[in-house]
């Protein structure tokens, strides 16, 4: 079992940047394909981008392709997303998801995947 905690939210400027992290618990976290989510008030819960175990196969939704990196690293427990040239339509609460794998390349981008979940990160971006 892994446990999940966000952190870096926070209100930004449009065409501003933010850092998101996501630190995991355990020693396994190497095993677990990695993903982050966000969901909009009144909206469901979206794919943003996924990683995978190794860090080396990455997929990202359309909408923030070329704006978001995100990058895992497995000794400190952690992935992050980079979110640059935020707009106001990114707003919305962000969490990580991990899903346990013995693949090391694949990536999962439905939420219904994830085994774990985070309490999620409130993103704001003003325009």
């Known amino acids: 079992q892994v446990q999940l905690v966000e952190s870096g939210g926070g209100l930004v400027q449009a065409g501003g940047s933010l850092r998101l992290s996501c630190a995991a618990s355990?020693?396994?976290?190497?095993?677990?394909?990695m993903g982050w989510f966000r969901q909009a008030p009144g909206k469901e819960r979206e794919f943003v981008v996924a990683?995978?175990?190794?860090?080396?196969?990455?997929n990202y939704e359309d909408s923030v392709k070329g704006r978001f990196a995100i990058s895992r690293d497995n000794a400190q427990n952690t992935i992050y997303l980079q979110m640059n040239r935020l707009k106001p339509e990114d707003t919305a609460v962000y969490y990580c998801?991990?899903?346990?794998?013995?693949?090391?390349?694949?990536?999962?981008?439905?939420?219904?995947?994830?085994?774990?979940w985070g309490q999620g990160t409130q993103v704001t971006v003003s325009s």
């Open positions: 998801a991990a899903k346990g794998i013995w693949n090391p390349l694949v990536v999962y981008t439905t939420a219904r995947e994830y085994d774990y």
């Open positions: 355990g020693r396994t976290f190497s095993t677990y394909a």
């Open positions: 990683i995978s175990k190794s860090g080396g196969n990455t």
